[in-house]
């Protein structure tokens, strides 16, 4: 593995692979969103690892350095501005530090906790995120000549998106805390529904989060949501 790794990072960026020689540590919880970001890594030439926790973040950081990091806002075990935070202001700083949400008020407080750039979900366009990196890399990371502009944008496997379905299932089915549970849902949700284009999920999620925002009634819109889950899941069939 660690041959491996050497060899990527002496790889020169092309203009058809502008990322050559990076490693992406992608932080999201979500299986759909994790396959769009790996497609877009394929497409540009770098490596990508991934961590669906901050716990899981902190052992990846605690063996290796990447040269980028993106980190979803919302996260199982925590705010990913949290991490964010902690590693842009850590010795040595990881090169480009980037935060995502499907919620583009999250933007500000990404940037307030030092990141270099945030990333709307859903995350498709391989122009937008070849750029949103290469922006914030030293003149010896760039491509040699012109980059080649691509208006390419990724589709992940529908079965990302099912595991992401089979996970919110789960977690509706054995809550214990509803607060806790209808933030992390509705977050999770609101992303996956976003980059899935599924509108009748994400204003389901968008209901959900409104309804705690006024201190209303929840299990009335928890049942209904849960109930919409199931019933992508039917039709999505047996995987």
Known sequence: MDSI???MVTRQPT?????????????????FACEAVRLLCIRSGARIRRADSLTNAKRHLAVYRPSVM????GLPD??????IEAVAHGSPRIS???GTSGDPTMAGPVMAAGANGFLDKPIASLSAFQSAILAHLPADRQPPGPRLLSD???SPDRV????DLSHVAEVLDERTDTNGTVDYVTNFLHGVAQSAADIDLERAAARLAQLKSKGAPLEGSLRDLSALVQDRLRESGPI
């Not at 058809?16 to 990076?22: A, E, S, V, Y």
């Open 15 to 31: 203009a058809l692979r502008p990322l050559l020689g990076l490693t992406v540590l992608l932080i999201e919880d979500s299986r």
């Open 78 to 83: 925590g705010s990913g501005i949290n991490l």
């Open 96 to 98: 480009v530090i980037l």
């Open 70 to 73: 993106i980190v979803d806002v």
């Open 5 to 7: 790794d050497n060899f």
């Open 160 to 163: 990302a998106f099912h595991d």
């Open 152 to 154: 390419e944008v990724v």
